[in-house]
């Protein structure tokens, strides 16, 4: 298990061309693989911060457009879908879970309606 604590990780850029991998983190396996707190960000990175399942322990700070699940650059019915399919307990992989704490619950139904529209 990786675990990130009091850490910075921004202004890295990867892919060729930029839309593709990641540029602050890539997490393989499952969920709890990776455990992100303390003081950690990791923003500022294109043209993914992180991609792949994470823990995220307040007050740590990850930028992206989480409540996109389906990753098509918009937050709506499909995304909403996977949130309500997904419901409890966190599946390793992490869908549905938007705020990264483990479990799949109104907060991250919260999450989605009030991101609702294109990830900015």
Same mark, same amino acid.
């Given at each position: 298990m990786l675990h990130l604590i009091d850490t910075l990780i921004s202004k890295n850029s990867s892919g060729d061309p930029l839309l593709a991998g990641a540029a602050g983190l890539r997490v393989l396996g499952g969920q709890s693989s990776c455990v992100v707190s303390g003081s950690t960000s990791i923003c500022g990175n294109a043209p993914i911060d992180v991609d792949g399942p994470f823990l995220?322990?307040?007050?740590?700070?990850?930028?992206?457009c989480f409540a996109d699940i389906t990753g098509d650059g918009v937050i709506?019915?499909?995304?909403? $879908?996977? @949130?309500?399919s997904s419901w409890g307990a966190a599946?390793? *992989?992490?869908? %549905?879970?938007? /705020?990264?704490? $483990?479990? @799949?619950?109104?907060?991250?139904?919260?999450?989605?309606? *009030?991101?609702? %529209?294109?990830? /900015?």
């Open positions: 995220l322990e307040d007050p740590a700070t990850v930028c992206g709506n019915g499909g995304d909403l $879908g996977i @949130v309500l599946a390793a *992989s992490g869908v %549905g879970d938007v /705020n990264h704490d $483990g479990v @799949v619950s109104s907060i991250d139904l919260a999450l989605v309606l *009030s991101a609702w %529209g294109p990830c /900015n």
